[in-house]
């Protein structure tokens, strides 16, 4: 099925999930507009989809603020045109040590997830009302589904965008603008290659990112992938509360051990 739009920003695009579905875009014959904070990293990306006969435009920032990515995306539209589609996919993730709580690192976490997201679509709702037309796209997870020990931050942040999605889907069906949230499951990414226990089913980033352009392109409301790690997480959902704290403190012991070795070999973040 052939990507319905011409002009697609995506922000994180400087590494992983973003980085690959903006190669794969411009292969598709599409202009991508690159935001993420590391300049070299995008001036890189955007010269290897030129070379490749593509169109890109760079604009660092940080989504945390709404200032700077206003000027991205004015930046993109003045080089690429009116931005058609925005996928919020700008994210980080921090897993604590046991019974560290540092309030810097989790509200970094929701100021990049969950507002880096709503500034990205902020700065372009104006435009698409215009129009009457457009598509924003948010990068949940599954993770967005079960509350997680160590991992509050993120699966909170997760959460917040997904049902944040869901109430601009609704709000915005009269106007012509779609809305679609994808909840990945794990991707190899540098996001999850700080992780040491072991990932079920995990994914590489093409065929994920394959899977992502096909959901957008069908204008799926949400979409759930792997759909077998979906299911574990439904399976998860519907069982008693006391089995599922039984067998999550298992899985937590071996997380930890993992993690202590990992912090004391000096490799965790
Ligand atoms: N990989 C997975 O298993 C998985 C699963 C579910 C959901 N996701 C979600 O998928 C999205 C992409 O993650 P990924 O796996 O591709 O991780 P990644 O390779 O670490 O990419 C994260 C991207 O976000 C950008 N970013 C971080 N903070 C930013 C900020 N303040 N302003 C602008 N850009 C910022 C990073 O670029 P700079 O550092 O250059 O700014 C980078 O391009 C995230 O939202 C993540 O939560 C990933």
Same mark, same amino acid.
């Given at each position: 099925?052939?990507?319905?739009?011409?002009? *697609?920003?995506?922000?994180?695009?400087?590494?992983? /999930?973003?980085? $690959? @579905? %903006?190669? &794969?875009?411009?292969? =598709? +014959?599409?202009? *991508?507009?690159?935001?993420?904070?590391?300049?070299? /990293?995008?001036? $890189? @990306? %955007?010269? &290897?989809?030129?070379? =490749? +006969?593509?169109?890109?435009?760079?604009?660092?920032?940080?989504?945390?603020?709404?200032?700077?990515?206003?000027?991205?995306?004015?930046?993109?539209?003045?080089?690429?045109?009116?931005?058609?589609?925005?996928?919020?996919?700008?994210?980080?993730?921090?897993?604590?040590?046991?019974?560290?709580?540092?309030?810097?690192?989790?509200?970094?976490?929701?100021?990049?997830?969950?507002?880096?997201?709503?500034?990205?679509?902020?700065?372009?709702?104006?435009?698409?009302?215009?129009?009457?037309?457009?598509?924003?796209?948010?990068?949940?997870?599954?993770?967005?589904?079960?509350?997680?020990?160590?991992?509050?931050?993120?699966?909170?942040?997760?959460?917040?965008?997904?049902?944040?999605?869901?109430?601009?889907?609704?709000?915005?069906?009269?106007?012509?603008?779609?809305?679609?949230?994808?909840?990945?499951?794990?991707?190899?990414?540098?996001?999850?290659?700080?992780?040491?226990?072991?990932?079920?089913?995990?994914?590489?980033?093409?065929?994920?990112?394959?899977?992502?352009?096909?959901?957008?392109?069908?204008?799926?409301?949400?979409?759930?992938?792997?759909?077998?790690?979906?299911?574990?997480?439904?399976?998860?959902?519907?069982?008693?509360?006391?089995?599922?704290?039984?067998?999550?403190?298992?899985?937590?012991?071996?997380?930890?051990?993992?993690?202590?070795?990992?912090?004391?070999?000096?490799?965790?973040?």
């Amino acid at each position: 099925m052939p990507f319905p739009y011409k002009v *697609v920003a995506i922000t994180g695009a400087s590494t992983g /999930l973003g980085r $690959e @579905l %903006a190669l &794969q875009l411009a292969a =598709q +014959g599409c202009k *991508v507009g690159l935001i993420a904070r590391r300049a070299e /990293l995008l001036e $890189e @990306l %955007a010269q &290897q989809i030129r070379d =490749q +006969g593509g169109h890109a435009a760079v604009a660092a920032c940080d989504v945390g603020d709404f200032a700077q990515v206003k000027q991205a995306v004015d930046s993109i539209e003045s080089e690429l045109g009116p931005i058609e589609c925005m996928v919020a996919n700008a994210g980080i993730g921090m897993p604590r040590e046991r019974l560290v709580f540092e309030a810097e690192a989790t509200a970094q976490i929701y100021r990049t997830n969950v507002l880096g997201m709503m500034n990205a679509f902020y700065a372009v709702i104006p435009g698409m009302l215009e129009r009457k037309r457009g598509h924003l796209v948010g990068v949940s997870s599954l993770a967005s589904y079960q509350g997680l020990p160590q991992d509050g931050g993120y699966a909170g942040s997760k959460a917040a965008t997904r049902v944040h999605c869901e109430s601009l889907r609704l709000e915005l069906r009269p106007t012509g603008i779609k809305v679609t949230t994808i909840c990945p499951g794990f991707v190899r990414t540098p996001l999850t290659d700080r992780n040491h226990f072991d990932m079920p089913l995990l994914m590489e980033v093409k065929p994920a990112v394959n899977r992502m352009l096909r959901a957008i392109a069908r204008k799926r409301r949400i979409y759930h992938f792997p759909l077998r790690m979906w299911w574990i997480v439904k399976i998860g959902l519907a069982t008693p509360r006391w089995l599922f704290d039984a067998v999550l403190s298992a899985q937590t012991a071996n997380i930890n051990s993992g993690r202590t070795q990992a912090f004391s070999d000096g490799k965790a973040p």
